[in-house]
């Protein structure tokens, strides 16, 4: 099994959760997060007066999935949030030891499948 973490922009989460879906994941996380890699923030105005805002608002998705579809949903994640411009944002693979579905006891496998 896998977790993919993925921090993408804000207004790529909806094209990113259909494309995700398509791809086979049957559930996933969202936060919203503030953040900075390459971008290192933006100056905005308000009332006239410049300001820097240097941690720019994230969205993060946690999306457990079995490792025969783990790549479709990397490649999904890239593509739904994939704008071709700076900011665009991560995705992290790492490896997932074990899970459980607290409700029903279903263990690894079957406590991430539907």
Not at 5 to 15: E, F, G, M, N, Q
Not at 37 to 65: H, M, N
């Amino acid at each position: 099994m896998k977790m993919i973490v993925a921090v993408i922009k804000p207004s790529r989460l909806d094209t990113v959760l259909e494309a995700v879906t398509q791809a086979g994941a049957s559930g996933l996380t969202v936060t919203e997060v503030r953040g900075y890699g390459r971008q290192k923030g933006k100056t905005e105005v308000y009332r006239g007066a410049e300001y820097e805002v240097k941690l720019l608002p994230k969205v993060r998705l946690e999306i457990a999935v079995m490792d025969d579809i783990a790549q479709r949903v990397i490649d999904a994640v890239t593509a739904g949030a994939n704008t071709g411009k700076i900011g665009d944002g991560k995705v992290f693979v790492l490896d997932l030891e074990s899970a459980l579905r607290i409700r029903t006891g279903e263990r690894d496998v079957a406590a991430i499948s539907e």
